[in-house]
């Protein structure tokens, strides 16, 4: 079975655990509730992302070129609900009462793996360049999901841990709305790169 397995295994630390839509929800979730109470979003995503790897291993290398216009909504689609969850991490920096804060659960994870054309794309990257070996093998093709979804679950945990840790610092009202403030930006950031404006905006004519 000829598979990249270094090159397979770089690409997927380094795609999973650097800053993305996904990860930095988490680092937000994690900030204003916690890491225990962060579970639920997270198993939100690690649910969708399993299903959206399920899929994307089904559909490898013929879904994008049979309907190569289907990338332009899975981007823009995606692109809408991150620069929704960028305005929601805002408003949570703006909050100044101690109380329970309405927290993002599972579906709100689960909503972010099915709309993120990040995701969809990785996805479809792995199974047609790295995994297209395993073509037709329902078995091995179940289990690489399940192992994507387990390192996507740790990522996202790492950056939920990291919130809640600072979640003392984040504490004052000041460093809450800064660090919201950009944590918002950074989502944005991910809604332009994932709409595809910015490929479009340097490409030269």
């Known amino acids: 079975m000829d598979i990249p397995w270094v090159a397979l295994a770089g690409f997927v630390l380094v795609t999973t655990f650097t800053p993305g839509p996904n990860n930095i929800s988490a680092l937000s979730v994690g900030i204003s509730a916690g890491y225990r109470k962060a579970l639920r979003f997270l198993g939100g995503v690690t649910a969708g992302f399993f299903i ?52 993002l659960g599972f579906a709100g994870g689960f909503v972010l793996q099915i709309l993120n054309a990040k995701v969809i794309i990785y996805g479809l990257t792995l199974y047609s360049a790295f995994l297209a070996p395993l073509a037709g093998q329902s078995v091995l093709l179940a289990a690489s999901a399940v192992v994507f ?18 979640t003392r610092v984040l504490s004052n009202p000041l460093v809450r709305r800064v660090s919201s403030t950009v944590l918002a930006l950074l989502l944005l950031y991910s809604a332009v790169e994932s709409s595809g404006l910015l490929t479009l905006v340097s490409t030269p004519r």
């Open 149 to 166: 979804a387990a390192v996507g679950f740790c990522a996202t945990s790492v950056w939920a841990l990291a919130g809640s840790t600072f």
């Open 52 to 103: 959206v790897m399920c899929l994307c291993a089904l559909v490898a290398g013929t879904i994008l070129s049979a309907f190569p216009r289907l990338q332009v909504f899975l981007r823009i689609g995606g692109s809408l609900y991150i620069a929704w969850l960028a305005v929601h991490t805002f408003r949570e920096g703006l909050r100044t009462e101690s109380g329970a804060k309405p927290v």
